[in-house]
């Protein structure tokens, strides 16, 4: 990533990335209540005399297509020199669930497109693949092996794809796991799916991590 410039950091996905976030120019509510806040307040701290933008464009109830569908103003227009993308748990609702659109399923075929024509178009962006998680509780311990081996597969494709594509995978799942030791999975996913405040600290804290300790390390 060029230091001559100002470094804009994109946050993709579905709810989980979404969380709120407003659709106009108040910056109080710009970036949600997500883990996107969480990285943006501390990096943007750290890093003032930078003043690198974090953007999320991240949509409730998105799938990888809808990603897709949306990438030529939701990723081309906006030039991030860093894309971290969380998707997946939407794509395997709609297969859970047996609705219409979850018939069949597009997530390695459309997540691989997504990404091929990321590479082609902006070739320097650098990459940031977040595995999919669930806990058992609420909707997915409704139907729990189900879901666990779908979400399964989802993370293997993740990981292959990071490997592919020369991207930094963050693991979320087992991160997870090992906070339901402390407390219950209520506590960190509070249907299963979406995070609680203390469940978006832990992606933050995650996120950091990996990507701060990767050649992308915004400096």
């Keep these: 990533m060029s230091n001559d410039k100002r470094t804009v950091v994109l946050f993709q996905?579905?709810?989980?990335?979404d969380g709120g976030r407003g659709r106009g120019e108040d910056k109080n509510h710009i970036l949600g209540h997500s883990y996107p806040y969480l990285i943006s307040a501390k990096l943007g701290f750290e890093l003032a005399e930078k003043a690198p933008r974090f953007v999320n464009r991240g949509i409730s109830g998105n799938r990888i297509s809808d990603l897709y569908a949306r990438w030529n103003e939701d990723f081309f227009?906006?030039?991030p020199d860093l894309l971290s993308v969380l998707i997946g748990v939407n794509d395997a609702w709609r297969i859970m669930n047996e609705l219409p659109e979850g018939v069949t399923d597009r997530f390695e075929r459309?997540?691989?497109?997504?990404?091929e024509e990321t590479r082609e178009k902006s070739?320097?962006?650098?990459?940031?693949?977040?595995?999919p998680f669930i806990l058992n509780v609420g909707?997915?311990?409704?139907?729990?092996?189900?879901?666990?081996?779908?979400?399964?597969?989802y993370q293997?494709?993740?990981?292959k794809l990071a490997e592919r594509f020369d991207a930094v995978f963050l693991p979320l799942?087992?991160?997870?796991?090992?906070a339901c030791e402390r407390a219950p999975a209520a506590y960190w996913l509070w249907d299963g799916v979406h995070p609680t405040y203390a469940g978006h600290e832990l992606i933050a804290r995650e996120w950091l991590n990996a990507v701060q300790n990767s050649r992308f390390a915004l400096k």
């Design 110 to 115: 459309a997540y691989t497109h997504v990404l």
């Design 123 to 131: 070739p320097h962006t650098g990459l940031v693949l977040m595995e």
């Design 139 to 153: 909707a997915p311990a409704l139907k729990w092996e189900a879901w666990r081996a779908k979400l399964a597969e």
């Design 77 to 79: 227009h906006i030039h």
């Design 173 to 178: 799942q087992e991160p997870f796991e090992r």
């Design 156 to 159: 293997s494709t993740v990981r």
């Design 13 to 17: 996905g579905d709810s989980i990335t």
